[in-house]
């Protein structure tokens, strides 16, 4: 059973800085991984994919990449703002021809303090 | 990138009464998914729904208790059954893009059950 942990499970940084949010799962066998932030009462926004052939993706200050052998993904994310503050999910898709099916972390909570 | 909404926002309902969401995507698709956030915990998937065919359901998720309907390829529902304080929940909508299977989901519904 694929399970998926996000450390830290919150962070507070000062505006400004440079963070990384991590992401590990313990099956390999993913099809691709997306990243997503959900605001209090929200859904969830897509912000990165990366798919099964790639390593990494980049948006604007985002940047995540994806080493599926070590079950690893990271978030960076640069310069950050208070307008980043929001939890940030990672969701590995299940393999296996399960399109649509993500197994979800519960998230880092990011705080960016101005 | 797909636009989903979904009524309600939110709801208060008493306990043994049922609540149907809707969700309706801009675009036809494929498949539909309904994921279910417990306070606290991480997105888990309820159900997949495609059109012209029952839904699939997850472990530990069963149709007398989550109906589903999907008549047309822009819409479902989800009708929450004799609900109980445990089915307190925010409920999400999901579709994936066929272009690269990246998800998009609606921004949820808030349930509470008094």
């Known amino acids: 059973k694929q399970e998926v942990t996000q450390i830290p499970a919150a962070l507070s940084v000062p505006e400004g800085e440079n963070l990384v949010l991590n992401c590990s799962f313990t099956?390999?066998?993913?099809?691709?991984l997306q990243w997503f932030r959900q605001d209090p009462g929200k859904g969830l926004t897509s912000l990165l994919l990366i798919q099964s052939s790639q390593r990494e993706q980049t948006s604007g200050r985002l940047n995540a990449s994806l080493d599926k052998s070590s079950g690893r993904s990271t978030l960076y994310i640069a310069a950050s703002q208070p307008g980043d503050s929001a939890t940030y999910l990672c969701?590995?898709?299940?393999?296996?021809?399960?399109?649509?099916?993500?197994?979800f972390g519960k998230g880092t909570k990011l705080s960016v303090k101005p | 990138s797909a636009v989903i909404s979904q009524k309600p926002s939110r709801d208060i309902c008493q306990r043994g009464t049922s609540l149907t969401i809707q969700c309706q995507v801009d675009s036809q698709v494929t498949m539909m998914f309904w994921y279910r956030q417990q306070p606290g915990q991480s997105l888990t998937l309820i159900a997949t729904a495609n059109q012209g065919s029952e839904a699939t359901y997850e472990s530990g998720f069963v149709i007398d208790k989550f109906p589903i309907s999907r008549p047309n390829l822009t819409f479902s529902t989800l009708t929450v059954s004799n609900m109980s304080p445990e089915d307190s929940s925010i409920y999400l909508c999901s579709v994936v893009s066929p272009l690269n299977t990246e998800a998009f989901f609606g921004q949820g519904t808030r349930l509470t059950v008094v």
């Open positions: 969701a590995p898709e299940k393999g296996g021809g399960s399109q649509g099916n993500l197994i």
């Open positions: 099956d390999s066998a993913i099809y691709n």
